[in-house]
């Protein structure tokens, strides 16, 4: 995946947190909607705290990891993320340029159908960061707040993917990890979120709600590379199917059962499911990305998950 060098980046949408500190242990209502968690969610939560895991060694500024001490604002991420070519030198301003893409797609989708679309900001922390739904630590992995509006990342997690999950990785997977999120604030938008409980299971409206903002963020993807920024350019000119198959890699390291079998205790109990199985995650991400139409993303419609 590559930025055009002349593309403007929009550092308004991002907060830098990092070196603030502020988090406690997680809050009850940070599951609110039943998958504001996003991409692993409570289940990396609870897996990795089962399993002693604590947050991955921070050394490098650029790759959105601090030492302590080091502090980094907004000022710092305006200064170095102006253009794609920023983005597509420096770690954090290609994250910046992904969300600004990703907010792009989904205001002009929203007025298309006579919607406005209100954007939400990311929030860059380091170790743990308190929200409108409770406190988070890093433990915790990307996730989206319903009461707040805003999405929660510490840019560690795209290392964790590789380290502990085994993923590939790559700049597009982890575009997919932010579409996702940002697809729980497309829901939170349109009411979706209002229609899951608390229930788990293999059809539980919780699985549906993360597979839908799965497809979702497939659809982002198809329309990527045409997509204009405020300045009338798309920010990214080029997606392979390179990227693509690292994307689906993701997806199938962060379903239900492969988490259970491969994190927990090896057992796969479906009636604990919360986000769905890897091949649900990876068909969900592909019907989105094959037909770039949110509408054949209605996970709460289809009697077949997958």
């Known amino acids: 995946m590559r930025f055009d060098d002349d593309a403007g980046l929009d550092t308004s949408e991002v907060s830098d947190l990092r070196g603030g500190g502020g988090g406690g242990g997680i809050g009850s209502r940070v599951a609110l909607g039943g998958g504001g968690l996003g991409v692993v969610g409570v289940l990396i939560y609870f897996v ?3 399993l002693g895991g604590t947050s991955p060694a921070s050394s490098d500024v650029s790759l959105g990891r601090l030492q302590s001490g080091q502090q980094v604002s907004n000022s710092t ?3 170095e993320c102006r253009t794609g070519a920023d983005a597509n030198r420096n770690h ?4 910046v340029a992904v969300i600004n893409s990703v907010q792009d797609y989904w205001t002009d989708q929203f007025a298309r159908s006579g919607r406005t679309y209100r954007k ?3 929030n860059f922390f380091n170790g743990s960061v308190r929200t409108g739904c409770g406190g988070a630590t890093s ?3 990307p996730f989206y707040c319903p009461a707040d509006s805003e999405v929660y990342i510490d840019l560690s997690f795209f290392n964790e993917l590789q380290s502990r999950f085994g993923a590939a990785g790559g700049p597009f997977a982890e575009a997919y990890v932010l579409a996702h999120e940002y697809g729980h604030h497309v829901q939170n938008l349109l009411g979706t979120s209002n229609r899951v409980g608390t229930g788990t299971g293999p059809t539980s409206g919780s699985v549906r709600l993360e597979l839908q903002a799965d ?3 497939g659809v ?4 990527a590379t045409t997509t204009p920024s405020s300045s009338g350019k798309p920010l990214i000119t080029d997606v392979t199917s390179e990227d693509v198959r690292r994307a689906l890699d993701t997806a199938s390291r962060i379903g239900d059962d492969y988490i259970q079998r491969n994190l927990g205790n090896g057992r796969v109990d479906n009636s604990q499911f919360t986000h769905g199985t890897s091949a649900q995650r990876e068909k969900w991400f592909n019907t989105g990305f094959s037909t770039g139409d949110p509408a054949r993303c209605d996970t709460f419609g289809a009697r077949d998950l997958g």
Do not use: E, F, V
């Open 48 to 50: 990795l705290s089962q």
């Open 77 to 79: 991420l305006a200064q």
């Open 92 to 95: 954090d301003c290609a994250t």
């Open 120 to 122: 939400a900001t990311t």
């Open 139 to 141: 433990d915790t992995g």
């Open 215 to 217: 497809c979702y963020a």
């Open 220 to 223: 982002w993807g198809k329309h």
